[in-house]
């Protein structure tokens, strides 16, 4: 009786001691935080604590939302208050210089007249007319203002960026500015085959947020002194004035981000021929690179099995997967270098291929590599190519990693040191250059890594991959600046299935043979039926005896072999379901279980427990 008398009274001073501790935690560290997610999501990176220590003058930002108007609606609620939290957070870091002000605009209240003349957008809740303000607007000391119109309910991951984007244009006095040449319409322009415009490529409406962009002109003999980085996007038959201009910037200590491609698919080309057309797809710096010590091996594109994507052919869209679009994974990005360091996947589409030379005084550093299960093929295939299983199947991976993307640094020569006509002055060479070359195009065109929504009249991005990224990455560092960088690759949900993945290409490499060998006595089977049918059913009726017998044995031949086909395809994914129920079974039964011996153990263990 004791023991239970003093079992009670424990319990109730534990339960009494667990009141106590939440009402002091709760008014003693209201504003605690521990964050368990593993990518910090709710915790401000260092990022933006480096652009918050900077601020040299006050930011004020004004927190517009209508709290009364979104009463009922929990999901937006939950999300404004996620919003406020963090800019709470950023007043708190900012010592002094950030001042956060939280307005609920009423209907036709000055609040609401000062919203709508920062620029923020209110978006009607219903087909009753109530609308709800829910943005950001900031001023500087100097009255720039600068606005997030709405934060969108599927766009959380980007929000400690988008935040900081905003309070590192206040104060920044002036933008960084990225030259851009470029042989492609990224600034938008007319789709022959819709007939109808075309929008800038949202790759550069990122760098459009953070840099003043300043177009270059094809035949330009002197890149601009104010340029901080060049962009040169598939430089196809530059002049050699131009070329010039560019290896001077270079030996000046110009940062250039070069995309050349043996084979663009976001190049129209001429339509000249199979060859012409796969030559007209084709950029290259040739004497450039070659000064600057590496070498785009011409008409070569890498075709690998392992990081080969998923894409679907046919009327109904039939999944394969193509060598020539790569997935790439972490694995075959640089971890050390800034611009790909927290990137997660980027996609290419007939990437060719970089190597070094030899004896180059320049650093070679592989920025982006395929895996050991590639190879190089000749880029004119893909002018006409069908299916790509057609690749895949005649594939014979040498083992090595090709480089696909690559940071060139050091001392290195003029490309011309003897000038040119009427320039005979430049400089011959540079201690140290900085230039990050890329050997694809494709990878800044939207459809291979964003989704783009139009709300409201406004382009909001959903990126599946980190294209996007890695180009901001590339100029932040070229430019000098990395404050960003981990803001803006941190905090994306989408998490890859490595194991599925892994599993799925062990099952296609297993089969693969088997596969193919079905398919040609399928196809022998399928030849010998037509021979013994005819298409006239009189005819078809004047067959002997041992024809009828064999044409049976045909029909039941071929029966059979498609449903081995179907036998092989369902065992593609065989292990991926095993995976899935050894998943299920650790969730429903055997977590419960040990959760239930732990507590009898426990009971055992007290029950044991001399008095």
Known sequence: MKRVIYSGAGLLLIALAFLVFNILSGLLFTNARLDLTEQKLYTISEGTESILEELKSPIELQFFYSDGAVRDRVALRNYARRVEE??????????????????????????????AELGLQAVPLDRGGDKVYFGLAGTNAEGHTQTIPF???????????????LVQSL????????????????????????????????????????????????????????????????????PEQTLYAVDQFVM????????????????????????????????ELEPLFKAWGLRMPADQVVADASYAMSV???????????????????????????T??????????????????????????????????????????????QNPEELLRGLEPTGERYT?????????????????????????ESDSINVIVVADTDLLSDRMWVQVQDFFGQRFPQPWADNGSFVINALDNLSGSDALISVRSRGRFARPFVVVEEL???????????????????????????????????????????????????????????????EVRYQLNADIEALGRTLKFLNIALVPLLLTLGVLGLWFWRRRRPA
């Open 312 to 338: 679907g052919i046919g009327p109904e869209r039939r999944a394969v997967r193509h060598p020539g679009w790569l997935s790439l994974p972490q694995q075959a990005l640089d971890a050390d270098d800034v």
């Open 404 to 428: 696909l993307a690559a940071r060139i640094q050091g001392p290195a020569q003029s490309a011309y040191p003897n000038g040119i006509e009427g320039r005979k002055d430049g400089l011959k």
């Open 340 to 385: 790909t360091a927290s990137l997660e996947s980027l996609t290419l589409a007939t990437t060719g291929l970089l190597e070094p030379l030899e004896g180059a005084s320049t650093r070679f550093t592989p920025l982006l590599q395929s895996s050991g299960y590639a190879m190089p093929i000749e880029a004119g295939r893909f002018a006409t190519l």
């Open 151 to 165: 934060f969108p309910l599927d766009q959380e991951e980007f929000l400690e960026y988008e935040v900081s984007r």
């Open 252 to 283: 000046r200590g110009g940062k250039v981000l070069v995309f050349v491609d043996p084979f663009s698919e976001a190049d129209p080309g001429s339509m000249m021929g199979p060859g012409g057309f796969a030559e007209e797809k084709a950029s």
């Open 86 to 115: 963090l800019l709470r957070a950023y007043e708190r870091a900012a010592g002094g210089k950030l001042k956060l002000q939280v307005i609920d605009p009423q209907p036709f209240s000055e609040e609401e007249d000062r919203a």
């Open 504 to 566: 799925q290409r062990q099952a296609e490499n297993r089969f693969r043979e088997t596969e193919e060998v079905l398919q040609s006595r399928l196809a022998e089977t399928e030849a010998q039926l037509a021979e013994l049918q005819s298409p006239d059913p009189e005819q078809a009726l004047e067959l002997t005896a041992e024809q009828q017998a064999a044409l049976q044995g045909y029909m039941q031949e071929k029966l059979r072999i498609r449903k081995e086909l179907r």
């Open 171 to 238: 104060s920044t006095a002036q933008l960084p500015v990225v030259g851009v040449l470029s042989g492609l319409q990224i600034n938008g322009g007319f789709d022959m085959r819709t007939q109808q415009a075309t929008p800038p490529w949202m790759v550069l409406e990122d760098i459009r947020q953070l840099f003043h962009i300043e177009s270059l002109k094809h035949d330009i003999d002197m890149i601009p002194t104010n340029v901080s980085v060049l962009m040169l996007v598939h430089p196809k038959q530059l």
